[in-house]
């Protein structure tokens, strides 16, 4: 089992509906990351965080220290948000990032 | 700041060449990650770097690849002799501090034929 479960693997949606994309682990963490990474390849990070919920623009992240849990959503989507979406963890023991495998979202105009 | 930046972006090699990755962290960055992607195994955490001295390099694979920091404005990546598997994306990272947010260079596409 990975110790960074992402939900669902793919994703499509229409453009204006409201997107959910989840991470568990399995770890006990210090801080938890989304990443971006866009069909070119580039990684831009999302949010660092490690309680409570943090927004950017369209997008909310919130984390769940207790239920070892952690939500990305993005309202109003938009074709420019079609990417893959990475959470990552920093392991609390060895400080270490370990990544999920990431969500490949498709938002059809 | 223009970011991380990495060279080449797209390097083709034949096996059993030397490859050579190189990164230049954002200024006053203290912090230097090499990762590597694949589609079989995801992201995955090379070696870091923590003001230029190799702090955790468990995630190197095998002998074949060392990674060097002179000074902290730039980074290699070797690979020799190069195999087919090592063909990935790699990608060079850098960030201020511990729990901050690390910065992605645009990464080097790899492919040993």
């Known amino acids: 089992k990975n110790e960074v479960e992402q939900s669902p693997q793919n994703l499509t949606a229409q453009e204006g509906e409201f997107i959910t994309i989840n991470c568990s682990y399995s770890?006990?963490?210090?801080?938890l990351h989304w990443l971006q990474q866009h069909p070119g390849g580039g990684i831009v990070s999302l949010f660092m965080l490690s309680s409570g919920k943090k927004k950017h623009g369209r997008l909310i992240a919130t984390i769940n220290i207790q239920e070892k849990h952690s939500s990305l959503h993005i309202t109003a989507s938009h074709p420019r948000d079609s990417a893959v979406y990475i959470c990552a963890v920093r392991d609390g023991a060895t400080n270490k990032l370990i990544f999920g495998t990431g969500t490949l979202l498709a938002v059809q105009p | 700041d223009a970011g991380v930046i990495q060279s080449p972006r797209h390097e083709v090699t034949e096996m059993g060449q030397e490859v050579t990755l190189r990164c230049k962290p954002i200024?006053?960055?203290?912090?230097l990650f090499w990762y590597r992607q694949t589609m079989m195994r995801g992201l995955e955490l090379l070696i870091y770097?923590?003001?230029?001295?190799?702090?955790?390099d468990s995630g190197m694979p095998e002998d074949r690849f060392s990674a060097k920091m002179p000074n902290a404005s730039f980074s290699t990546l070797k690979i020799q002799p190069s195999e087919p598997r090592d063909s990935a994306v790699y990608f060079c990272?850098?960030?201020?501090?511990?729990?901050?947010?690390?910065?992605f260079g645009q990464g080097t596409r790899l492919t040993v034929v």
């Open positions: 200024s006053g960055h203290n912090s």
């Open positions: 990272a850098s960030r201020r501090g511990v729990n901050t947010e690390a910065f």
């Open positions: 770097f923590n003001n230029n001295v190799p702090i955790d």
């Open positions: 770890v006990g963490i210090s801080a």
